[in-house]
């Protein structure tokens, strides 16, 4: 038998690689493998009015794997479609939640570059993404995109 002690210093590694794998499954823009990683009722929420929800006209609030799957696998591969290149800084785990901070590259569809600092908060449930909170500078997002303001 585990003591308490052994369980949790174990927790925050499982946790951590759970969301690795989670990112090598988005990665391969397949529906199967990205469904596997989420429980069914997940919820991903990312700031409203965020530039890629703008530009591809998605919620920036998804709810339910299917909706989740849909945007990784079909939706996000249109709008970042060359060079993507995920820099992870931190990955941080406390039990279910896993805290990682990333810098994002891409060329986008319509040939500008991209370059964001990202946060991501994964609640975990039963080894699997049950919410995903995304954070990123939306400003900085939004004159990537769409171009600089007047």
């Known amino acids: 038998m585990t003591s308490p002690l052994t369980r949790m ?3 925050p590694h499982d946790s951590r690689n759970i969301v690795r794998n989670a990112w090598k499954a988005f990665a391969t823009h397949d529906a199967d493998r990205i469904a596997a990683v989420f429980t ?8 409203a009015g965020n530039a890629t929800a703008v530009a591809l ?4 609030h998804m709810i ?5 799957v849909h945007f ?3 939706d996000f591969p249109r709008f970042f ?3 993507v290149n995920v820099t992870f800084h931190e990955i941080h785990a406390d039990g279910d939640r896993v805290i990682v901070e990333e810098t994002m590259t891409a060329t986008l569809a319509n040939g500008n570059h991209y370059a964001n600092d990202y946060c991501f908060v994964f609640e975990l449930r039963d080894g ?3 919410r995903v909170r995304e954070y990123m ?11 600089e303001r007047s």
């Open 9 to 11: 210093t174990r927790m």
């Open 40 to 47: 069914e009722d997940a919820e991903w929420l990312a700031p």
């Open 57 to 60: 006209e998605a919620p920036s």
């Open 64 to 68: 339910g794997r299917e909706a989740i």
């Open 72 to 74: 990784l696998a079909e």
């Open 81 to 83: 479609v060359r060079d």
């Open 128 to 130: 699997l993404v049950h």
């Open 137 to 147: 500078d939306t400003a900085r997002g939004h004159r990537m995109v769409f171009g």
